[in-house]
């Protein structure tokens, strides 16, 4: 039976003790005739450069939203987030007036009733994209019609922390005359300065 180097991966002669071409002593093993498994240079780089190969290409699979689409999607979720809102701020608001009627004046009331409707406006935009994008959608609904969906770099799902990240982040995006926002059209990946900061990618489906 043909005998191999388990260094080299050369053919050895029968009952040689070193290699021909590596010079390496061979085993007593190895007279079983049955070739191991050759480790490339470098301690099995290659097999790690294949694996970084494969990860690369899975890379270049994803499909970046650009800015258009963004924009779009968030139009279509600011008029959903706009109509929730209000279907939930008009009721409380009444119950306010009727509540405070007796105690307060009607300006009193009024300015009462914009607060509440301020702070619950901006708890329920916050509930509306980091509950949405954290979510199996992976999008607010506005982004799912059109199939897009957020992710972090390997594009997998992202957590409620990171989601609120991305949101918050929006603000800084938009204190910097909206340049934040504008990087969408200009980066790689199609990155807003929200996105990263959160490490955070919108993707087609």
């Given at each position: 039976?043909?005998?191999?180097?388990t260094?080299?991966g050369?053919?050895?002669v029968?009952g040689?003790?070193?290699?021909?071409?590596?010079?390496?002593?061979?085993s007593?093993?190895?007279?079983?005739?049955?070739r191991?498994p050759?480790?490339?240079?470098?301690g099995?780089?290659g097999?790690m450069h294949?694996?970084a190969?494969?990860?690369?290409?899975?890379?270049?699979d994803l499909?970046?939203?650009?800015?258009?689409?963004?924009l779009?999607?968030w139009?279509i979720?600011?008029v959903?987030?706009?109509?929730?809102?209000l279907?939930?701020?008009l009721?409380i608001?009444f119950?306010y007036?009727?509540m405070?009627?007796?105690s307060?004046?009607?300006?009193?009331?009024?300015?009462?009733?914009?607060?509440?409707?301020q702070l619950l406006g901006?708890?329920?935009?916050w509930?509306y994209?980091?509950?949405?994008?954290?979510?199996?959608?992976?999008?607010?609904p506005g982004?799912r019609?059109l199939?897009?969906?957020?992710?972090?770099l390997?594009g997998?799902r992202?957590g409620f922390?990171?989601?609120?990240?991305r949101?918050?982040s929006?603000?800084l995006?938009?204190?910097?005359?909206?340049?934040?926002f504008?990087?969408?059209a200009f980066t790689?990946?199609?990155?807003?300065?929200?996105?990263?900061i959160?490490?955070?990618?919108?993707l087609?489906r």
């Amino acid at each position: 039976m043909e005998r191999f180097c388990t260094q080299c991966g050369a053919p050895v002669v029968e009952g040689a003790r070193f290699c021909g071409k590596c010079g390496a002593a061979l085993s007593v093993a190895e007279a079983s005739g049955t070739r191991g498994p050759v480790v490339p240079a470098g301690g099995g780089s290659g097999v790690m450069h294949h694996e970084a190969g494969s990860a690369g290409d899975a890379a270049t699979d994803l499909r970046y939203a650009g800015f258009w689409y963004r924009l779009l999607a968030w139009v279509i979720d600011y008029v959903l987030a706009l109509i929730v809102t209000l279907l939930i701020v008009l009721p409380i608001g009444f119950v306010y007036g009727l509540m405070m009627m007796g105690s307060a004046t009607g300006q009193e009331i009024e300015a009462g009733a914009e607060g509440l409707g301020q702070l619950l406006g901006i708890v329920i935009a916050w509930l509306y994209w980091t509950v949405f994008e954290s979510s199996g959608w992976q999008a607010t609904p506005g982004k799912r019609m059109l199939g897009l969906r957020v992710t972090d770099l390997d594009g997998s799902r992202i957590g409620f922390g990171r989601a609120n990240a991305r949101y918050w982040s929006k603000i800084l995006s938009a204190l910097i005359l909206f340049i934040g926002f504008l990087m969408v059209a200009f980066t790689r990946r199609k990155q807003g300065l929200h996105d990263l900061i959160a490490s955070t990618l919108v993707l087609r489906r």
